[in-house]
């Protein structure tokens, strides 16, 4: 049974940080492309952060020099580390695992960024 579960989330104020993780079970996880995305009742899901199976890294532009994606394969495990967080990054964030045609998500997690 695949699984993604993602924690982290909560509410911090503008300049502050979180760390999201997600948790996968069920699959080779050390094999697939991982990502984060993230979504507001006003936009499409979009996303924020890749790392693929060996390792590189991308981000979009808003969220450059900021966020750090990573992940442990041993814990099969991926996080996001938020910097500097701004209003605009409240969303609900999304952990994808992708593999050729082959896409599992996991449940959400709310980031709220007020004062």
């Known amino acids: 049974q695949v699984q993604l579960v993602e924690s982290g989330g909560g509410l911090v104020q503008p300049g502050g940080s979180l760390r999201l993780s997600c948790a996968a079970s069920g699959f080779t996880f050390s094999s697939y492309h991982m990502n984060w995305y993230r979504q507001t009742k006003e936009k499409q899901r979009e996303l924020v952060a890749t790392i693929t199976s060996g390792g590189r890294t991308n981000y979009a532009d808003s969220v450059q020099g900021r966020f750090t994606i990573s992940r442990d394969n041993a814990k099969n495990t991926m996080y996001l580390q938020m910097n500097s967080l701004k209003p605009e990054d409240t969303a609900v964030y999304y952990c994808?695992?992708?593999?050729?045609?082959?896409?599992?998500w996991g449940q959400g997690t709310q980031v709220t960024v007020s004062s």
């Open positions: 994808n695992a992708q593999r050729a045609t082959i896409y599992y």
